[in-house]
């Protein structure tokens, strides 16, 4: 699912179609806090990549939102290797020509020497997901637990608005949550999940008009 159509999910269960009581902002920031925690819980991510446009005389870039670990480096197409940043300083100081290596330090990457010109720095990485932005995106974790994200921000939509379903939206969490991890151990398929009655391993069409 998109993350608009989990946005319109949340809204419709909150029984907020207009979008009055509950902000838009809020809700995006607790679907990918929900995603984010699903992927921490299970220990589940994925492989991305990005590219990063270098600056003459810029030593670090921002790395994404949804970065957990890399998985390799190139600037120019050449692969660079794993440094650490107190020998970079120690060594070379402010040193500059073509990197050779890279250092992940309070979430940027860092070239070294520092970049003398506007290149790319391909970043391959795993993701632990929570970066859901343009209304077309969507989550990294299988489809088939999307909804679980939905039951994830209804619970602090439902702390927020003081709603009587809070339990029930946690019990769903919790669950799903549960069969999650245990798949992920015993690498078996993902399950369906019928959030009317909690999650199981019967294929079923996802249903929330029972919460």
Same mark, same amino acid.
């Given at each position: 699912m998109t993350f608009e159509i989990l946005q319109n999910?949340?809204? =419709?269960?909150? =029984?907020?179609? $207009?979008?009055?009581?509950?902000?838009? +902002?809020?809700?995006?920031? *607790?679907?990918?806090? #929900? @995603? =984010?925690?699903?992927? &921490? @819980?299970?220990? !589940?991510s994925v492989k991305k990549d990005i590219t990063i446009s270098t600056a003459n005389g810029t030593r670090e870039y921002n790395l994404p939102s949804d970065f957990i670990s890399e998985i390799k480096v190139f600037y120019d197409g050449k692969s660079l290797s794993p440094i650490e940043m107190e020998d970079t300083i120690h060594e070379s100081g +402010? #040193? &500059?020509?073509?990197?050779?290596? !890279? !250092?992940?330090e309070n979430k940027q990457i860092g070239c070294e020497p520092v970049p003398t010109a /506007?290149?790319? /720095?391909?970043?391959? !990485?795993? &993701? =632990?997901?929570? #970066?859901? /932005? %343009? %209304?077309? +995106?969507?989550? /990294?974790?299988p489809e088939e637990?999307?909804?679980?994200?939905? %039951?994830?921000?209804?619970? *602090? $939509?439902?702390? @927020?608005? +003081?709603?009587?379903r809070l339990a029930t939206f946690e019990r769903i969490w919790t669950r799903g949550l549960a069969i999650a991890k245990e798949d992920v151990i015993n690498k078996s398929p993902w399950p369906q999940m019928d959030l009317r009655r909690g999650p199981y391993l019967d294929p079923v069409t996802h249903d929330l008009r029972g919460v």
């Open positions: 999910h949340v809204f =419709r269960l909150m =029984r907020d179609p $207009a979008q009055t009581r509950y902000s838009l +902002d809020f809700v995006k920031k *607790w679907l990918n806090d #929900a @995603e =984010r925690q699903y992927c &921490s @819980e299970t220990n !589940y +402010d #040193a &500059s020509g073509t990197p050779y290596g !890279y !250092y992940i /506007i290149k790319v /720095i391909t970043l391959i !990485y795993n &993701s =632990r997901g929570g #970066a859901l /932005i %343009a %209304a077309s +995106d969507v989550p /990294i974790i637990h999307h909804m679980l994200l939905v %039951a994830g921000a209804c619970i *602090w $939509a439902s702390i @927020e608005g +003081d709603d009587t």
